[in-house]
């Protein structure tokens, strides 16, 4: 089974200030690993995955995650946050091969001018 | 860019009442998915469709629920008699093959049971 936790509900945050959202996960079997954001009235739309390769992914707005397998993290990180980056954030995972994408809890990410 | 597109945005309805949710996925996709988000808590999978049939389905998704792809476009997800509970925000989402590629999703439906 999988699970996913993002144990920050929400964060504040100043504009131009860095930012991390903490994403942790448990599986039995390898997974692939993503970042969703959903702004507000909107769907839920790709930030960016690992699958295999570098542990270090980035997205075209600036965000980062690296993947670390021993302590089962995928931490979200932006080292200086615009007021548009405000927003909710979910980490999924897939089992590889499999089907379905499992997702945290959430994080709402406030972005304060 | 392709799309995937939920009908209708909002429905209210009352308790006991029979609802369908309607998604068009993005054309050439194979995976079909509906998910839920309950006010407040996390996206929940519900239920995944591929060759036409399930293929996963969550303890979520009871009797009460079914989904088809009648027509060979639209994938629709139905509740058979709405509860309060089943106030939600239910998404649609595609993929194109499995496990690496990109779930895109639609914009949701708000479901509020009355």
């Known amino acids: 089974a999988q699970s996913v936790t993002q144990l920050d509900s929400q964060v504040p945050v100043f504009e131009e200030a860095p930012v991390e959202l903490r994403c942790n996960y448990s599986s039995s079997v390898s997974v692939y690993l993503f970042w969703y954001v959903q702004y507000p009235n909107q769907g839920l739309q790709l930030l960016l995955k690992?699958?295999?390769?570098?542990?270090l992914v980035e997205s075209i707005n600036g965000f980062e995650a690296e993947f670390n397998k021993s302590q089962t993290s995928f931490h979200l990180r932006k080292p200086s946050v615009h007021i548009s980056d405000t927003a909710e954030y979910f980490c999924?995972?897939?089992?590889?091969?499999?089907?379905?994408?499992?997702f945290g809890t959430g994080t709402r990410l406030t972005v304060i001018p | 860019e392709p799309e995937v597109t939920q009908t209708p945005s909002h429905q209210v309805t009352q308790m006991g009442q029979e609802v369908i949710l309607r998604c068009v996925p993005i054309s050439n996709h194979l995976y079909f998915y509906w998910y839920r988000q309950i006010l407040g808590q996390k996206v929940e999978f519900l239920v995944s469709f591929y060759n036409n049939e399930i293929s996963e389905k969550s303890e979520i998704f009871d009797d009460q629920f079914s989904v088809e792809r009648p027509d060979g476009s639209n994938f629709t997800l139905k509740i058979r008699s709405t509860k309060l509970e089943d106030s939600a925000m239910y998404f649609c989402a595609t993929r194109g093959g499995l496990g690496n590629t990109e779930a895109f999703f639609g914009q949701g439906t708000r479901l509020t049971v009355v």
């Open positions: 999924a995972v897939s089992p590889t091969g499999a089907n379905n994408l499992f």
């Open positions: 690992y699958l295999s390769g570098s542990t």
